[in-house]
């Protein structure tokens, strides 16, 4: 070996789960020395650091699962009046991702969920080997969780209904995202119509409509007086009751008087308290 030029070698055996290791160095440096250090030198291979290292993984891994099960059970909720049968799969999926992560944050250790351990042993009982049973478990798993993510996807409306604002503003534009309950009648657009407003549809291919989805929106009022209301087609009572309510508050001076998240947050707690006067 050329002087100046260093190799090292490192061996590391680990048997039966035991924490012990064995470790051998040689040097070859110009002199030609060579020697060997064991496990105590600060270079080499610490498995209680490991072990601690991958505890901590677990933890985050089961805070992210928490996390994302907690997701599907709030989506799978908010669909039930919709899609009970595949609503009660979700959330059942969800429980399970989030007991199973709080089992690995709290002692560290990986754990597979219960879906994940039932689908493995139906995959085995169908005959097919060890390896394939846990990757198709796994795999179902996986996938329940996607759907369960799709259904947070379409949910978040709702999502957003309840947790965040509900409408969104530009300049004097008002926006509403209510979608789901009754929907809007023709005698209530009707009357809308007679008490000053004009109402407009976003048709399929409008511009209108792609106004509207860009701003994730079912409806939005503006105009003089915000009394030019543009809505979807068969849209919600309670979209159209904003809507038209906004006109009222312009009209009154509370947009004024409130700005526009005040007067949002007003419109909002009086359909709340007469939601049972307006049929919502």
């Not at 009222?248 to 007003?266: C, K, P, Y």
């Amino acid at each position: 070996m050329e002087g100046g030029q260093e190799s090292t070698g490192v061996s590391l055996a680990l048997s039966n789960g035991s924490e012990s290791s064995v470790a051998s160095v040689g040097t070859d440096e110009s002199g030609g020395e060579s020697g060997t250090t064991d496990q105590s030198s600060g270079d080499d291979f610490d498995i209680n650091e490991w072990i601690n290292e991958n505890s901590l993984r677990n933890s985050l891994f089961g805070a992210v699962s928490v996390i994302a099960g907690g997701i599907e059970i709030i989506a799978g909720i908010l669909l039930l009046p919709e899609t009970f049968g595949a609503s009660s799969i979700i959330i059942a999926h969800g429980l399970d991702t989030t007991v199973t992560g709080l089992f690995s944050v709290v002692t560290g250790e990986s754990s597979r969920t219960l879906t994940q351990v039932i689908a493995t042993n139906a995959f085995r009982g169908a005959g097919f080997d060890e390896s394939s049973s846990s990757i198709g478990g796994l795999l179902v798993d996986i996938g329940l969780g996607l759907v369960g993510g799709l259904a947070a996807a379409k949910s978040a409306p709702k999502l957003a209904a309840l947790f965040g604002p509900k409408a969104a503003t530009s300049g004097g534009t008002l926006f509403s995202r209510a979608s789901s309950g009754p929907r809007a009648s023709i005698e209530l657009l009707d009357s809308m119509r007679q008490h000053g407003r004009t109402i407009k549809f976003a048709g399929e291919g409008s511009e209108e409509l792609r106004y509207l989805n860009a701003m994730g929106a079912e409806a939005n009022v503006g105009g003089p007086g915000h009394l030019h209301i543009l809505l979807r087609e068969n849209p919600s009572k309670a979209a159209a009751l904003e809507e038209f309510l906004h006109g009222t508050q312009s009209r009154l001076g509370i947009i004024d008087r409130l700005g526009v998240d005040g007067a949002e947050a007003h419109v909002r707690s009086f359909m709340w308290r007469h939601r049972n006067l307006l049929g919502l």
